[in-house]
């Protein structure tokens, strides 16, 4: 079993930055793909960045691609969401995510990530 807390979410205004992080506990975090996901009040949770398990490999919503990056220290056990430009429809509570198996590349469907964080609300004012 994994414990995964999220932290860096807050208020912010449009075009402004937030460092999401998601501390890892109880399991070999260094094997496992990592993704990061949001959910807005009335739809559906999607995906945002991932990353594999070594770092070498990320992908990204076209949504988010050029402003958010994902990154992860494995010597801390924390994965990172650096947002930058942020804007209102970026608003939502993210959730970071383990893969449940080890050793994957970066994946995108939630079905993919067995263990889930309790979420950091996010929200950038117009």
């Known amino acids: 079993q994994v414990l995964l807390v999220e932290s860096g979410g807050g208020l912010v205004q449009a075009g402004g930055s937030l460092r999401l992080s998601c501390a890892a506990s109880?399991?070999?975090?260094?094997?496992?793909?990592m993704g990061w996901f949001r959910q807005a009040p009335g739809k559906e949770r999607e995906f945002v960045a991932s990353i594999s398990w070594s770092g070498s490999n990320t992908g990204y919503a076209d949504s988010v691609k050029g402003r958010f990056t994902i990154s992860r220290d494995n010597a801390k056990n924390t994965v990172y969401l650096q947002m930058n430009s942020l804007k209102p429809e970026d608003t939502a509570v993210y959730y970071c995510?383990?893969?449940?198996?080890?050793?994957?590349?970066?994946?995108?469907?939630?079905?993919?990530?067995?263990?889930w964080g309790q979420g950091t609300q996010v929200t950038v004012s117009s």
């Open positions: 109880g399991r070999a975090f260094s094997i496992y793909g």
């Open positions: 995510a383990q893969d449940s198996a080890p050793y994957g590349g970066s994946r995108r469907s939630p079905s993919d990530f067995g263990s």
